[in-house]
């Protein structure tokens, strides 16, 4: 019987709403940030090789706007799967998280997603809502915002969103010269190819191409 790894929750405080941040230039992190653990981001530990490239890796992907389709049911696996295989085209994976705050534990979809992350090990991030809005997306820019900080280019940041609330995340990242490649749907494209050198792969369609 497989046993799958617990469930991290976010680690910041609901009680008042959290302030969102695309990477602003005045705010930094605490010195003491040394390791991927102390920023409670594990490094992926999936047992599939990476391209071989130095250049580290960290995929954040925001379930909330961007979920698994439901059928079939063996596409859950698969995109997942083709998710891992894109990041460790770029290079050394340091990062795969999923981040949600609607996960019945009791759902059949669910526990087959679980199985096929904990295969390529990918880690899931509950957001409680709490009554409050787009608590997802800014925990993830926390966490984009906390990796850069530790990691300076080169690194790649893959973002699985299409949401229009990373642009100025992913615009600062750009000008600090790390590679940013947005997954999104066709629709959302165009916002996210309108900042020069970002790249996107369109989902789910180009994922099978990485």
């Not at 071989?52 to 954040?60: C, M, P």
């Not at 750009?174 to 020069?196: D, G």
């Amino acid at each position: 019987m497989l046993v799958l790894p617990p469930i991290r929750l976010c680690s910041h405080s609901l009680t008042t709403r959290p302030q969102r941040r695309s990477l602003p230039s005045g705010t930094h992190l605490s010195s003491r940030y040394a390791s991927l653990s102390s920023l409670g981001l594990h490094k992926a530990k999936s047992k599939k090789p990476d391209s071989g490239q130095g250049h580290r890796v960290a995929l954040f992907w925001d379930y909330e706007n961007i979920p698994v389709p439901s059928t079939p049911a063996n596409v859950r696996g698969l995109i997942v799967q083709q998710l891992c295989q894109l990041a460790r085209k770029y290079g050394r994976v340091d990062v795969l998280r999923l981040y949600t705050g609607i996960w019945s534990a009791n759902s059949e979809k669910n526990t087959l997603l679980r199985k096929a992350m904990h295969a390529e090990g990918m880690e899931l991030v509950m957001c409680e809502h709490g009554g409050l809005r787009q608590v997802v997306d800014t925990k993830i820019m926390a966490d984009i915002d906390a990796y850069t900080r530790l990691f300076p280019p080169p690194a790649t940041i893959i973002i699985v969103s299409g949401d229009k609330d990373y642009l100025p995340t992913v615009s600062e990242l750009i000008r600090k010269q790390f590679q940013v490649v947005v997954v999104c749907p066709k629709t959302a494209q165009p916002r996210f190819t309108a900042i020069q050198n970002c790249k996107t792969r369109r989902w789910p369609e180009d994922l099978a191409k990485a």
